[in-house]
């Protein structure tokens, strides 16, 4: 990282973070090096790349960009969000024990007890009411989202995380939904932290990625281990158009964090709404930790509404301006059912969400378009 961006804000490391110009071309932008293999000196003794799988300048500018802004020493991106995920999973050894939180992202329960679990791994899950028990008789890793996905909980990230410090017990928190602009977690405590850059990071619907920083050096020599010998990485052009959608992050969070806004409002005063679900409402569980940890609540909202799942499933497919698909964190609002769609592989378990949920990703568009379609699609409710 360059000296004179050591005294600069968010919003500038966004925008220059990641190496700068290129030294060689003075290009404004990291290029894309479409090179599986790198021309060595000598035997043994390379320029800082070897192979592509093991390191390539695209993947190296987008990590140094992603730590900066996260405040991490260490920085490693993955093909998926899922990847980043496994390779922290696989930190711990078969008999240990990770404590989920309940209401965690579908995939990532997935991930964790039907493919972990049958490798020896002990999966629970707790609401963290009572986080002390919960640790009993021995955790080895904690795996925090907050805001969640798809209920939006809130999570006191440095009260957890003092706690699991005492037990000697490794936190990881899914930064996704707030991003690093919202909330940095490792200031407040944690040891690792993920993100599925396919989502805000990226922001355009046109790439999948994954992230996993951590200031801990033996923490980060195990998972650059596992980068190169798992090879879930991404390739150059990914690369680029993640860093191509960090350097505008900032603008982007504010927009979608102030539509989501007026989104809430209006949930909140609809005959056809049950509830609402979104950190800024003063009765939310979570506002008083939301306000203090995080700058702003987010653009993810849901809700759920009277007449159950059909209803909420014919309101999907009653909006035009919000798009029926899944994911988030884009340009484009969404809409989708979380419990048909993104979070059907936690039917049946402790994780599973409402029927008549409905989640948003409250996009960029004009705002009053956006309250207009959601408005007419609540109305037309048979």
Not at 264 to 283: G, I, T
Not at 290 to 309: D, Y
């Amino acid at each position: 990282m360059s000296d004179w961006l050591d005294a600069t804000r968010f919003e500038t490391r966004a925008v220059h973070g990641g190496g700068g110009t290129d030294p060689r071309t003075g290009a404004v932008n990291t290029p894309v090096y479409l090179s599986s293999t790198f021309e060595q000196d000598a035997v043994g003794r390379h320029r800082g790349f070897e192979y592509a799988r093991t390191g390539n300048p695209s993947r190296a500018s987008l990590e140094a960009h992603l730590a900066l802004l996260e405040g991490a020493r260490f920085g490693f991106a993955f093909a998926s969000g899922l990847a980043a995920e496994d390779a922290v999973m696989r930190l711990l050894h078969p008999g240990e024990r990770l404590l989920m939180q309940t209401d965690s992202y579908g995939g990532t329960y997935r991930l964790a007890t039907g493919v972990h679990r049958g490798a020896g791994l002990l999966v629970d899950v707790s609401d963290f009411s009572d986080l002390e028990a919960a640790l009993a008789p021995g955790t080895q890793m904690l795996w925090i989202e907050s805001p969640t996905n798809p209920l939006l909980h809130v999570v006191d990230i440095a009260a957890i995380s003092a706690v699991a410090q005492r037990h000697g017990t490794i936190v990881v928190v899914d930064n996704t939904f707030a991003t690093p602009w919202i909330q940095r977690p490792l200031e407040l405590g944690a040891d690792i932290v993920v993100h599925s850059t396919t989502k805000y990071l990226g922001g355009h619907s046109d790439v999948v990625g994954g992230f996993a920083a951590t200031n801990d050096p033996n923490t980060a020599e195990r998972l650059a281990f596992l980068q190169n010998a798992a090879g879930a990485v991404p390739g150059p052009f990914d690369c680029f158009l993640v860093q191509r959608g960090v350097k505008t992050l900032p603008i982007r969070m504010e927009r979608h964090c102030t539509n989501a806004l007026a989104i809430v409002e209006l949930l909140s005063r609809h005959p056809a709404v049950s509830r609402v679900f979104h950190p800024s409402l003063a009765d939310h569980p979570g506002h008083a930790v939301a306000k203090r940890q995080m700058r702003a609540f987010g653009g993810i909202v849901s809700f759920t509404v009277h007449g159950g799942e059909e209803k909420a499933i014919e309101l999907c497919s009653r909006t035009r301006v919000f798009t029926l698909a899944e994911s988030l964190g884009a340009v484009e609002s969404l809409i989708e059912h979380p419990g048909r769609m993104t979070h059907a592989s936690t039917t049946g378990t402790e994780n599973e969400v409402p029927s008549d949920l409905v989640r948003l990703s409250v996009g960029l568009e004009t705002v009053d378009d956006l309250v207009a379609d959601l408005a007419g699609a609540l109305d037309g409710l048979s």
